[in-house]
């Protein structure tokens, strides 16, 4: 298995309050990114980086911002939490462009009262 | 709009009897097609994939067959295993984007032993 971790795993926040999750990998893969998973609508992108501080936004961004700062860790920013951001996120890990072969790490599920 | 669909919500299929997933996509100029399988609590994980120059990829139980004149793919399990009864999301991507993948809203398993 890919060594991918998320944390937290499950958080629970208020309306407003900011919000950061965060992926680490292990397996010095380029291409890191963020889905969100809805009822109804599958895996979204919300922002992907395709190396050190290369980061672009995805299908979702509105509302979301992202740093990676070394290879192994990249960070989904939620600047001010809205319950429509209530979701299970995804971080996902590839090491190549080419093929659309994804690690996905366990999901961090979040909820936003 | 959604690019990739999968039409059908569920399927309950008996144990060593075919399973046949469907999905339909929209974008003419994608260059990968990919299926997902997910159980409760965890990630994605990589099934099979296929080429947009093939037209059936096989791995094991697992074959997928893409028709590019009708914009469909279709995913078949044979035989069908209760341990198949998951959440499967087909998937396609773009050779110059990233691995961006655009995922359909996902088809339930279940195996009837």
């Known amino acids: 298995d890919a060594g991918i971790t998320q944390s937290p795993r499950h958080k629970v926040t208020e309306t407003g309050t900011p919000v950061t999750l965060r992926c680490h990998q292990t397996?010095?893969?380029?291409?890191m990114y963020w889905y969100r998973q809805d009822p109804g609508h599958g895996l979204r992108l919300i922002h992907y980086s395709y190396g050190v501080k290369d980061t672009d936004k995805g299908e979702v961004s509105d509302g979301y911002s992202v740093s990676r700062s070394k290879t192994e860790d990249f960070l989904l920013t939620l600047e001010s939490a809205t319950s429509s951001q209530t979701s299970v996120y995804f971080c996902?890990?590839?090491?190549?462009?080419?093929?659309?072969?994804?690690?996905f790490g366990e999901g961090s599920r979040l909820t936003v009262l | 709009d959604q690019q990739v669909k999968q039409n059908s919500p569920s399927l309950s299929v008996q144990e060593g009897r075919i399973s046949i997933l469907n999905c339909d996509y929209t974008?003419?100029?994608?260059?990968?097609f990919l299926w997902y399988k997910k159980y409760p609590a965890e990630g994605p994980t990589f099934l099979i994939s296929?080429?947009?120059?093939?037209d059936k990829n096989e791995d094991g139980r697992f074959t997928v067959f893409l028709n590019k004149s009708a914009k469909h793919l279709s995913l078949h399990i044979v035989p069908s295993q209760p341990g198949d009864s998951a959440v499967y999301f087909c998937a396609a991507g773009l050779r110059a984007g990233a691995n961006n993948l655009f995922f359909g809203t996902g088809t339930r398993l279940t195996v009837i032993p």
């Open positions: 974008n003419s100029m994608f260059d990968y």
């Open positions: 397996e010095n893969h380029r291409y």
């Open positions: 996902a890990i590839s090491g190549t462009a080419l093929t659309g072969e994804l690690f």
């Open positions: 296929i080429s947009s120059i093939k």
